[in-house]
């Protein structure tokens, strides 16, 4: 693992993403040489992590496949142990522009907020997902406005950054399958400040999601329990 020069980390949880690891690694090496960031290979099937060793990139090696949850919580910990101020989480699939990183850390930075979502709905531009997932998420953006009263347009949008509060809370807790929405419940209901900033998203480089028909039928049933649960969840503890 490299050594700590910047109290920035990025952190970059991939499955089975050799085709794409090395041109978002790249990216962001070119891009913010200012700031750190890790791989966190997921338990990788394919040579995702083969390719990490080889080029040298800081990564951390999952023994086995823990999950999109349990990726990113290991980054988080990895944070916290390194005592990061600031954490942002980039897909590895290439979906994420890494060109929008300085603009979401900004207004944390200036302590303007906690945690900011990198949003594709905030202006409607560039890939904006199929018309299924787009309904999904719809779907989950109105569920948490009933449950937690806030508007939040992109809720499963992987590209976000927090603040220290946050990367101390994810390092011991972090949502296990497709944690995105719940995640969000959890911050709203710790009374933080959220921002939603503009992002333009491309379509995956190569590779294929392994979200099918029946995860995301899966995906809709769980997470909806997740959040309702995590919700009454604070309304007993007060």
């Known amino acids: 693992m490299n050594s700590k020069k910047s109290d920035v980390l990025i952190i970059v949880p991939a499955y089975n993403e ?3 690891i090395t041109g978002i690694v ?4 070119d891009n913010y040489p200012q700031f750190d960031y890790v791989v966190v290979n997921d338990g990788s099937s394919d040579n995702t992590g083969a390719i990490c060793k080889k080029h040298g990139y800081n990564h951390i090696n999952c023994p086995i496949n823990l999950g999109i949850g349990g990726a990113i919580q290991t980054g988080y910990r990895y944070a916290r142990e390194m005592n990061y101020e600031i954490a942002v989480q980039i897909d590895g699939d290439g979906q994420h522009d890494p060109a929008y990183i300085e603009e979401i850390i900004k207004p944390i930075l200036e ?3 906690d945690y900011v979502i990198g949003s594709r709905f905030v ?3 560039g890939f904006q997902s199929s ?3 787009r309904a999904g998420i719809h779907f989950f953006s109105f569920l948490i406005m009933i449950l937690c009263f806030k508007k939040v347009k992109d809720v499963t949008s992987g590209f976000r950054a927090v603040n220290k509060f ?3 809370v994810f390092a011991d807790y972090y949502p296990i399958d497709y944690p995105e929405p719940e995640a969000i419940v959890d911050a709203v209901m710790r009374r933080k400040r959220i921002l ?3 992002v333009v998203m491309r379509e995956r480089d190569g590779g294929k999601s392994s979200i099918n028909l029946k995860r995301s039928v899966y995906y809709m049933i769980k997470v909806t329990l997740n959040m309702i649960v995590c919700r009454i969840s604070y309304g007993i503890r007060r």
């Open 196 to 198: 939603e900033l503009p």
């Open 111 to 113: 302590d303007k907020a």
């Open 18 to 20: 050799s085709e794409n």
């Open 166 to 168: 946050f990367i101390d």
């Open 26 to 29: 790249e990216e962001i090496r």
């Open 131 to 133: 018309f299924a997932r």
């Open 123 to 125: 202006e409607n531009k």
